[in-house]
């Protein structure tokens, strides 16, 4: 017999298989997740970092859920979400689910999340894993929901293994997230330069934890939305680069002149010579953001990289 483990569907092998695996769920939700899935629009709906865990039995697909930003409970401010919780018949009276739980709450908790939340109609399900009844609200539809939170931060022998789990989990999707993407952000930083490398797959991977994006309606970047729109590749292919003001770019932003000198030297030199001059900036300076040794001003920071690419 082979061993259950949890996988997660945007960082996984042969997502078509296990699309395939969501879609023979009779279960109306279930259903609705496969179309947001197939449609490639789970994270528009409930954020750019949301996460399918799903617990596997060899090639059979045993439960399944999410862990997003956002859950049928919107807008607010509380976060994250498990949401979509199901088991196939089959694997029903074990508490399975209970292992996408632990993982979903480790991954929050490495996270820095202080509680984890589910919007549910049931009564007694959700209790037996720890998660309390905190309010009635309304889902996006209208109707009243039961909502379940269960507190992360306490410290003690299951937060100590949330960190390491968590710690885990999250390493094994960044790692996978990274893998094969452009490795230069829409804005013109460099995300394999990013202090927040460790814990972020980058801005157009599956998992983008970006910490500007984050501050955004549903973790979207301006900028990347943006280009996204407009169809190109990063705002270094703009026409309206050298004006522009949205996003990052914004003149009260912190390393706004620095993001959009980096973005023009793009435009000027390539992305090669970037990440090449980033590599120099690295062995020159200790530094973790740019907009700490390129200047004050667009000009300045330019120059700062031209100098560090004809050394």
């Keep these: 017999m082979s061993e259950m ?5 945007f960082t996984c092998d042969n ?24 449609s490639n ?8 970092t949301a996460l399918v865990p799903m617990l596997v039995d060899g090639d059979k697909l045993v439960s399944f859920c999410t862990l997003a930003p956002l859950d049928d409970v919107q807008p607010t401010d509380m976060t994250p979400w498990i949401g979509f919780v199901y ?8 508490h399975y689910a209970g292992q996408l739980f632990h993982y979903a709450e480790s991954i ?4 820095g999340k202080e509680y984890i939340y589910i919007s549910t109609g049931h009564t007694g399900l959700y209790e ?5 009844f905190f309010k009635m609200d309304k889902d996006i539809g209208g109707e009243d929901t039961r909502v379940y939170r269960k507190a992360l931060a306490m410290d003690g022998p299951e937060k100590e293994r949330r960190n390491e789990d968590g710690a885990k989990w999250k390493s094994e999707i960044v790692n996978e997230a990274k893998k094969g993407r452009d490795k230069v952000a829409y804005c013109g930083f460099s995300c394999d330069h990013c202090f927040l490398g460790e814990w972020c797959g980058g801005c157009r991977s599956v998992f983008n934890c970006c910490s500007y994006g984050t501050l955004h309606d549903k973790g979207k970047c301006p900028n990347a939305a943006c280009c996204q729109e407009k169809g190109i590749e990063g705002c270094y292919e703009c026409s309206e680069l050298d004006g522009c003001t949205k996003g990052f770019y914004r003149p009260d932003n912190d390393g706004a002149y620095a993001c959009k000198a980096q973005a023009m030297f793009i435009r000027k030199y390539g992305k090669e010579k970037f990440l090449l001059v980033h590599d120099r900036l690295h062995e020159m300076y200790d530094f973790k953001k740019t907009q700490e040794i390129l200047g004050t001003s667009v000009d300045e920071g330019l120059k700062i990289l031209e100098e560090t690419l004809n050394r």
């Excluded at 037996?128 to 309390?132: A, L």
């Design 87 to 94: 088991t196939f018949p089959e694997y029903r009276g074990h």
């Design 41 to 48: 629009s789970l994270k528009k709906m409930v954020g750019e």
């Design 5 to 9: 483990k949890i996988i997660e569907y």
């Design 128 to 132: 037996k894993y720890g998660y309390e």
């Design 15 to 38: 997502k078509a298989h296990w699309l395939e695996e969501i879609g023979r769920c009779d279960w109306g939700a279930g259903k609705f997740l496969h179309e947001l899935l197939e």
């Design 108 to 111: 929050a908790t490495i996270m």
